[in-house]
């Protein structure tokens, strides 16, 4: 039996500007967009070159739904981006103002940089060490 994680969603508190911010921040690349109804429409992100999971923008619906926005993981690390060369993307989120509130350091498992999204959730940049590097 075969089976993976095909999405996973993502509250946000608008449409348009999450998929503004991710597309153009974190260069990622608009999967679907597709109108539900008149206020819920199904959003799909994904890094460029991803064969994995990606990322459904859900807009909140509820307070507690709002009250999540940014804090889906209790203040931890949330997303791990992996990527096969740090310093480039590193240099590239930077240069399109993407706040890390940790910088790079080697860890045994790779390069590693943390930062946080539009809505303050935290991100791992990552070059995971390889039999290549």
């Known amino acids: 039996m075969v089976k993976h994680i095909a999405y996973f969603a993502l509250i946000v508190d608008e449409y348009d500007r999450a998929i503004e911010w991710y597309t153009s921040a974190l260069g990622f690349v608009l999967i679907e967009d597709t109108a539900l109804s008149a206020t819920k429409r199904w959003v799909v992100i994904a890094p460029p070159g991803s064969t994995g999971s990606s990322i459904l923008l859900a807009r909140a619906a509820s307070p507690e739904q709002v009250a999540a926005i940014g804090n889906q993981c209790g ?3 949330f997303l791990f981006l992996h990527t096969d060369d740090f310093h480039r993307d590193h240099a590239a989120l930077k240069a ?9 350091e080697l860890q045994p498992w790779g390069m590693v940089a943390v930062f946080r999204d539009l809505y303050g959730n935290l991100w791992d940049l990552i070059e995971p060490i390889t039999k290549d590097n």
């Open 96 to 104: 399109k103002g993407v706040e890390f509130v940790r910088e790079p």
């Open 75 to 77: 203040g931890r690390v």
